[in-house]
């Protein structure tokens, strides 16, 4: 399964490219993991056969980092999912008619988070599930 995290807006924050890139570099071993920067256009986005979309979205659900290594390890083991798309919205997150396109929502936290940090996080999170997942001794 591979999977894509999405910025819908080119980084802000200096350095920040750097760190998503780092949890890139880490997560190759482990599963097939890319990071796209694209104009700031979620209408472009479309669920497809064999494609699960997810947004991050305050709307989304809060996962634990266990419980998010349970939602990646369905994912997997299902035959009809081939990929994986993770969107970080636009400095406007996303309109009801792009939410309704997702297969599900992730909220990252209650907080509202500038869309560069909630990349970041997400690449983090990412990279901790696939430790989880691998038993390697990155969560605490």
């Known amino acids: 399964m591979k999977i894509t995290l999405t910025k819908l807006s080119k980084p ?3 350095g920040i490219a750097d760190l998503v890139e780092m949890y890139q570099k880490r997560l190759r071993p482990l599963t097939k993991f890319e990071t796209v920067v694209q104009k700031a256009d979620a209408s472009t986005l479309r669920s497809q056969p064999g494609h699960c ?3 991050l979205d305050e709307r989304g659900k809060q996962f634990t980092s266990h419980q998010l290594a349970l939602k990646f390890t369905e994912l997997s083991e299902n035959p009809a999912i081939k990929s994986v798309q993770i969107v970080v ?3 406007y997150g996303f309109e009801d008619i792009d939410r309704a396109k997702a297969d599900w929502l992730w909220s990252l936290s209650p907080l509202t ?3 560069d940090i909630a990349w970041l996080i997400a690449a983090e999170q990412i990279y901790r599930t696939f430790t989880i997942l691998n038993k390697i001794p990155y969560h605490h």
């Open 53 to 55: 979309l997810v947004l």
């Open 113 to 115: 988070l500038q869309g």
């Open 12 to 14: 802000a924050l200096s």
């Open 89 to 91: 919205g636009g400095p």
